[in-house]
């Protein structure tokens, strides 16, 4: 990394590989629960496939 200038890693084979393995053997739908980001993972979600009436809708 401290060989190399942001741009050649961004562009690089290695930075491609790891982004072809997320979006091709991690299941991103299922995020677990004690990831950082699952709640905001969970609120995008029903903004964008809304099912369910307001949590506050009376």
């Given at each position: 990394?401290?060989?190399?200038?942001?741009?050649?890693?961004?562009?690089?084979?290695?930075?491609?590989?790891?982004?072809?393995?997320?979006?091709?053997?991690?299941?991103?739908?299922?995020?677990q629960p004690n990831c950082r980001h699952h709640q905001i993972?969970?609120?995008?979600?029903?903004?964008?496939?809304?099912?369910?009436?307001?949590?506050?809708?009376?």
């Open positions: 990394m401290n060989d190399s200038s942001f741009n050649q890693i961004w562009n690089s084979e290695t930075k491609q590989a790891a982004i072809d393995h997320i979006n091709n053997n991690i299941e991103k739908n299922t995020c993972n969970n609120y995008l979600w029903d903004i964008k496939h809304p099912t369910t009436q307001h949590i506050n809708f009376i």
